[in-house]
T-cell receptor, first 111, second 113 residues
Framework: QKEVEQDPGPLSVPEGAIVSLNCTYS??????FMWYRQYSRKGPELLMY????GNKEDGRFTAQVDKSSKYISLFIRDSQPSDSATYLC???????????FGTGTSLTVIP | KAGVTQTPRYLIKTRGQQVTLSCSPI?????VSWYQQTPGQGLQFLFE???????NKGNFPGRFSGRQFSNSRSEMNVSTLELGDSALYLC????????????FGQGTRLTVV
């Protein structure tokens, strides 16, 4: 069983839709949770960073962490064609900067 | 503030050769991590260096090695290249506190033929 599971999609939504992306994990020691966006042939770009459980909002993006269920989510409101990319979840514990990544969800926002 | 710089961007090597990749982190960051990204396996952690010392290591064979210099720049070396080493190699730079954000470079695309 992989440490982090993420539905690969692909996910296709119309412009303006609310997008929900999710990851589950098995290691209860994870405390730091991140979401990255990766465009084709580019490096991952950090979108959201959350410590422990709770919600965090940044513009159209909201990250949620439920440590009791070992489940994290990223919501994108008013999705735009420029949001079309692969979204990666990542997490780590407090012994350095070793991150465990999901395999990524491919998202296409149709104009 | 300059981001993470990786060189070269593209490399083509032959099986059996060795290769060295370079990474310059964000100014002030002393933690540098390396990842291998392939379509089948996603991003897999290779190793992390902090203040010239390897702090964490992933499950890769000894052919994969790295080092960090006093200016925090890091290099990664792969010896005796195999076809399966073809991948995007990504370097990430992090602030000093463990478990904080990681900022990635654009990666080096390595093709082994």
């Amino acid at each position: 069983q992989k440490e982090v599971e993420q539905d690969p999609g692909p996910l296709s939504v119309p412009e303006g839709a609310i997008v929900s992306l999710n990851c589950t994990y098995s290691n209860s020691a994870f405390q730091y949770f991140m979401w990255y966006r990766q465009y084709s042939r580019k490096g991952p770009e950090l979108l959201m960073y959350t410590y422990s459980s709770g919600n965090k909002e940044d513009g159209r993006f909201t990250a949620q962490v439920d440590k009791s269920s070992k489940y994290i989510s990223l919501f994108i409101r008013d999705s735009q064609p420029s949001d079309s990319a692969t979204y990666l979840c990542a997490m780590s514990w407090n012994t350095g900067n070793q991150f465990y990544f999901g395999t990524g969800t491919s998202l296409t926002v149709i104009p | 503030k300059a981001g993470v710089t990786q060189t070269p961007r593209y490399l083509i090597k032959t099986r059996g050769q060795q290769v060295t990749l370079s990474c310059s982190p964000i100014s002030g960051h002393r933690s540098v991590s390396w990842y291998q990204q392939t379509p089948g396996q996603g991003l897999q952690f290779l190793f992390e260096y902090f203040s010239e010392t390897q702090r964490n290591k992933g499950n890769f064979p000894g052919r994969f090695s790295g080092r960090q210099f006093s200016n925090s720049r890091s290099e990664m070396n792969v010896s005796t290249l195999e076809l399966g080493d073809s991948a995007l190699y990504l370097c990430a730079s992090s602030p000093d506190r463990p478990g904080t954000e990681a900022f990635f470079g654009q990666g080096t695309r390595l093709t082994v033929v």
